[in-house]
T-cell receptor, first 114, second 113 residues
Framework: ETGVTQTPRHLVMGMTNKKSLKCEQH?????MYWYKQSAKKPLELMFV???????ENNSVPSRFSPECPNSSHLFLHLHTLQPEDSALYLC?????????????FGSGTQLSVL | GQQVMQIPQYQHVQEGEDFTTYCNSS?????IQWYKQRPGGHPVFLIQ?????EVKKQKRLTFQFGEAKKNSSLHITATQTTDVGTYFC?????????????FGQGTILTVHP
């Protein structure tokens, strides 16, 4: 248990579906992140929220829409995805400004787009 | 943009043998972190190196940060089957924040008993 909980663990969706990934952190951190992990590729940073404000958007297609209603919760809304979007989506949190901003990852959502 | 290259991509060892993975950045780093991801799991933070030439040890694991702060290595002495997994380095360039780490591709370690 890392203190970062992601749901669902697995998700299969069609290209016309709309779904949402949920992340909750119980560590009192002030920053939350979405990462994409594809086979044979480095972890890709998608979005960063610090104090509920989006501070980073790494040229992610608009079919991915993040939402951070408070410092403990983070969502990733998905719509009209493509098969190449199939990957492990990892949420992480950290406490910025400490000099040791290590990331705490959730268990991830394994997404398959058919 | 910043790139972090990690080699080798795969390493197969017999239990008891040593293992080393190397990380090289295209730019000077303010610090570097190492993570381990077990098969089917998620990345777990191992350590952060900050100072030029820094060496840190965690039991059988030795981490080094290069003098120029552009490369790093992780060495495991006498591997055990519990060491199996993917080891990632992640570098942060000077001046960036909010956890904007650039991850290497990872080294997948398998240990044969």
């Amino acid at each position: 248990e890392t203190g970062v909980t992601q749901t669902p663990r697995h998700l299969v969706m069609g290209m016309t579906n709309k779904k949402s990934l949920k992340c909750e952190q119980h560590l009192g951190h002030n920053a939350m992140y979405w990462y994409k992990q594809s086979a044979k590729k480095p972890l890709e940073l998608m979005f960063v929220y610090s104090l509920e404000e989006r501070v980073e958007n790494n040229s992610v297609p608009s079919r991915f829409s993040p939402e951070c209603p408070n410092s403990s919760h983070l969502f990733l809304h998905l719509h009209t995805l493509q098969p190449e979007d199939s990957a492990l989506y990892l949420c992480a949190s950290s406490q910025t400004g400490t000099g040791s901003e290590k990331l705490f990852f959730g268990s991830g959502t394994q997404l398959s787009v058919l | 943009g910043q790139q972090v290259m990690q080699i080798p991509q795969y390493q197969h060892v017999q239990e008891g043998e040593d293992f080393t993975t190397y990380c090289n950045s295209s730019t000077t780093l303010s610090n570097i972190q190492w993570y381990k991801q077990r098969p089917g799991g998620h990345p777990v933070f191992l350590i952060q190196l900050v100072k030029s030439g820094e060496v840190k040890k965690q039991k059988r694991l030795t981490f080094q940060f290069g003098e120029a702060k552009k490369n790093s290595s992780l060495h495991i002495t006498a591997t055990q089957t519990t060491d199996v997994g993917t080891y990632f380095c992640a570098g942060r360039a000077g001046g960036t924040s909010y956890g904007k780490l650039t991850f290497g591709q990872g080294t997948i370690l398998t240990v044969h008993p």
